[in-house]
């Protein structure tokens, strides 16, 4: 079945360091592909999307990249925030029934 | 405009007990999606309703069961609760299918 990798954390990064979180997926279709923010005590926010090969997300300065060659959504920030710290989840909608799939979470954690 | 709203917040039931979790669903939105978060883990589908029947369902037990209202808010019931039950839940309300869907603050529960 289709499914989503994502790296494991905890990311660990100084104020205005570069960001990389790395997901690759397995899909039989063609699915859209999705990051998700999860802050302390709250639900999921959407953070950014892709819907076809090619296509680049981006949202508050995260950016990521549809890469069916790869199957990769990899997402990157280039300075981060003290308030960038949360768990990110990597996802991706199945085509036909439209459900979330879900990586297993990275935790960002940014130090001043 | 109100997001989509959950409730109650907590929860603690014992093991073999039967649990209600509320939904209401984001103004204009008329499918709601269930989600069930394990510590540590991403969410996992559990199953989705619109116009109240459920549409598609992940691989929970029949324990797992829902219902959809006329004003498309939604309940997920869990019966005979055990231990490993004990989780985020998390609603997700959408435009009906191929739109993107809003996740409530989530309901914790604990099961002891």
């Known amino acids: 079945g289709d499914s989503v990798t994502q790296m494991e954390g905890p990311v660990t990064l100084s104020e205005e360091a570069f960001l990389t979180i790395n997901c690759t997926y397995t899909?039989?279709?063609?699915?859209?592909l999705f990051w998700y923010v999860q802050y302390p005590g709250e639900g999921l926010q959407l953070l950014l999307k892709a819907t076809k090969a090619d296509d680049k997300g981006s949202n508050k300065g995260f950016e990521a990249t549809y890469r069916k060659e790869t199957t990769s959504f990899h997402l990157e920030k280039g300075s981060v925030q003290v308030s960038d710290s949360a768990v990110y989840f990597c996802a991706l909608s199945d085509q036909v029934t439209d459900k979330l799939i879900f990586g297993t979470g990275t935790r960002l954690q940014v130090f001043p | 405009d109100a997001g989509v709203t959950q409730s109650p917040t907590h929860l603690i039931k014992t093991r073999g007990q039967q649990v209600t979790l509320r939904c209401s669903p984001k103004s204009g939105h008329d499918t709601v999606s269930w989600y069930q978060q394990a510590l540590g883990q991403g969410p996992q589908f559990i199953f989705q309703y619109y116009e109240e029947e459920e549409r598609q369902r992940g691989n929970f037990p029949d324990r797992f069961s829902g219902h959809q209202f006329p004003n498309y808010s939604s309940e997920l019931n869990v019966n005979a609760l055990l231990l490993g039950d004990s989780a985020l839940y998390l609603c997700?309300?959408?435009?009906?299918?191929?739109?993107?869907?809003?996740f409530g603050p989530g309901t914790r529960l604990t099961v002891t």
């Open positions: 997700a309300s959408s435009r009906d299918r191929g739109y993107e869907q809003y």
């Open positions: 899909a039989t279709g063609y699915p859209s």
